[in-house]
Each structure stands twice: as structure tokens, then as C-alpha cells.
């Protein structure tokens, strides 16, 4: 999506389909669903836009359900899209569940795991030094006694 024109019509649609499952659509298998991204195609025929939802529950019902409403909703959302547009052809839509949340969660999880290892090596190892308790040169000092003999 390099062309400005195709970015702008992603931020809109971003902004009418969150606006619209705010407002008008009243599904109550739709959970709380945040609108991440919209991306158009170049000749903007097609529009992916992701989303994400808040599930309290583990089983994955609140997604599924989710789902479901946001299908049985794309008509609806894609007539007051090409309303507000005003383009000739509306974009067709297609919902996408964005897993960059769980992606994000799941390598902090990771990170947390190495920096925790990480701990257990370094209390293992022992606090010596391989070389000397300070390996840095100091300068040299020099001893009254050599100043005398010159």
C-alpha cells in the first residue's frame, strides 16, 4: 500500500467498520472487538481488515461467535462503507482475527523464560574472575627512589 490514496481509504474503512460494530450492529455473539488494521488492495477492490477480541473465556467460544456475527454482518458493513466512500465499486470485505496479541504474549512468555535461565546460570557459575580480581592497567607509579639516580 504505497499509494496515499489506497491508505486513506483503509484508515476510513478502519474507522466506519469500528464505528459500525459500535453502534449498529447489535449481534450478541459479538464480543468486544477492536478494529487493528484494515489493508486495501491496490486497485481497491479488496479490503482485509483485522481485528481483535477480548475473551474472558479460555475455550475460544467468544472468537467463534465473534466470527460468525462479523460474517453474518459483512453486507451490511460493506453498503455503509461504499455509502460513506462514495466509490462506484465498494470493496469486498473479509474478517480476519489478527494473532499479533497472542504472538506478542507468547514471546514475552519466551523472554521471561530465558531471562529467568539466564539467573540460574549466572547464580550456578560462582562469582570468580578466570584473570585478576581487576584486569584494567593502572598507571605506573613511580618510586622517589628512580627520580634520585638520574
Known amino acids: 500500500m504505497s499509494n496515499p490514496r489506497v491508505r486513506k481509504i483503509a484508515d476510513r474503512i478502519q474507522v466506519i ?10 449481534d450478541p455473539r459479538l464480543g468486544f472487538v477492536t478494529v487493528t488494521d484494515v489493508r486495501v488492495s491496490g486497485d481497491s477492490q479488496q479490503a482485509t481488515v483485522f481485528y481483535t477480541v477480548l475473551d474472558d473465556s479460555r475455550d475460544g467460544k467468544g472468537l467463534e ?25 465498494a470493496p469486498t470485505l473479509s474478517f480476519i482475527h489478527d494473532a499479533l496479541p497472542e504472538n ?10 530465558a531471562r529467568q ?6 547464580a550456578q557459575r560462582g562469582a570468580t574472575y578466570a584473570g585478576e580480581s581487576d584486569p584494567y592497567k593502572k598507571p605506573r607509579e613511580v618510586d622517589e627512589d628512580d627520580d634520585l639516580d638520574d
Open 17 to 26: 467498520v469500528a464505528e459500525m460494530l459500535e453502534r449498529r450492529i447489535k
Open 65 to 89: 461467535s465473534t466470527a460468525a456475527a462479523l460474517e453474518s454482518a459483512k453486507g451490511l458493513i460493506r453498503s455503509e462503507v461504499a455509502k460513506q466512500l462514495g466509490m462506484r465499486h
Open 104 to 113: 506478542a504474549r507468547h514471546l514475552d512468555e519466551v523472554l521471561e523464560r
Open 117 to 122: 535461565q539466564d539467573e540460574q546460570v549466572a
